[in-house]
């Protein structure tokens, strides 16, 4: 049980465009998800807060302009990478707690983000 | 805000042999102390976890000891095993609900 999923795993694209990535708690519904970023070799940086029906909670120095959280259902939250530059390629986690059991996180595979 | 501090940053040890990784933090509301491995090009996986009611809890080879009054937990690996090697992170929930805070993480070596 307690299984994440993240859709892509991994994903190129040009400088300029947007990049849509996917979460999805498979076996739980989760209140809260929380998406992270990764550079090599280094810890989870938190990117973002987001609960179920209500818009996310930003860590300081995050723009939320540039990345869009949207979570519509108990299972899903979306990350939305926009006007993507080569210096947002890292590797994007997201994780979620089950409803009622808050303290829990679960992660996901991860996505690897390329901006060329 | 709290601040969690790891070591080592790099562990390597012979297969069969014990390894053993320290956090410390600072917010003393902290009450939820999990601990995570990841492997290259994966998400951390949730190992073991511990609450701040309980000092010490053991699943097989790993176990996780936690002392609130001095603020630190580590955890054990005993007869460690090649599939091991990975790097671990661990992580304290404070009095922000849900927020976990994380070590710089361990990168663990078992040699064959």
């Known amino acids: 049980g307690a299984v994440v999923s993240q859709h892509p795993s991994r994903v190129i694209c040009k400088s300029g465009t947007s990049v849509k990535i996917e979460c999805r708690s498979l076996?739980?519904?989760?209140?809260?998800m929380f998406w992270y970023r990764q550079f090599p070799k280094q810890s989870l940086m938190l990117m973002a807060t987001?609960?179920?029906?209500?818009?996310?909670?930003?860590e300081q120095g995050v723009e939320k302009d540039k990345f869009l959280i949207n979570h519509a259902s108990l299972t899903l939250s979306t990350l939305t990478v926009t006007s993507a530059h080569p210096e947002d390629s890292s590797f994007y986690i997201c994780?979620?707690?089950?409803?009622?059991?808050?303290?829990?996180?679960?992660f996901g595979p991860g996505t690897r983000l390329t901006v060329l | 805000g709290e601040n969690v501090e790891q070591h080592p940053s790099t562990l390597s040890v012979q297969e069969g042999d014990s390894a053993v990784i320290k956090c410390t933090y600072s917010?003393?509301?902290?009450?939820?102390f999990p601990w995570y491995k990841q492997e290259l090009g994966k998400g951390p996986q949730l190992i073991i976890d511990?609450?701040?009611?309980?000092g010490e809890k053991k699943d097989q080879r790993i176990a996780v000891t936690l002392n609130k009054t001095a603020k630190h937990f580590s955890l054990h690996i005993t007869e460690t095993q090649p599939e091991d090697s990975a790097v671990y992170f661990c992580?304290?929930?404070?009095?922000?609900?849900?927020?976990?805070?994380f070590g710089r993480g361990t990168q663990l070596t078992v040699w064959p």
């Open positions: 917010d003393s509301a902290s009450n939820y």
């Open positions: 992580a304290t929930r404070g009095s922000t609900l849900g927020r976990l805070y």
């Open positions: 511990i609450r701040s009611n309980v």
């Open positions: 994780s979620a707690s089950p409803s009622g059991r808050a303290n829990e996180q679960f």
């Open positions: 076996d739980f519904q989760a209140t809260t």
């Open positions: 987001s609960n179920e029906g209500s818009k996310a909670t930003y």
